[in-house]
């Protein structure tokens, strides 16, 4: 019985929905990188070197 539930589910929506949200986290980061300014990048950069 569980065999036969488990043939008749259809699961290739799952590939397509985990392709479509991977590529909107790339889009996002793509876009943070891009708008992220000099200034802020220099900041963060020198962090691990702070002595806090």
Known sequence: MIKQVLHLLNYDFCAEIALVLF???????????AVTSPSEIKHQSEIPLADD
């Open 23 to 33: 590529l909107i986290a790339f889009a996002l980061v793509g876009i943070k990188t």
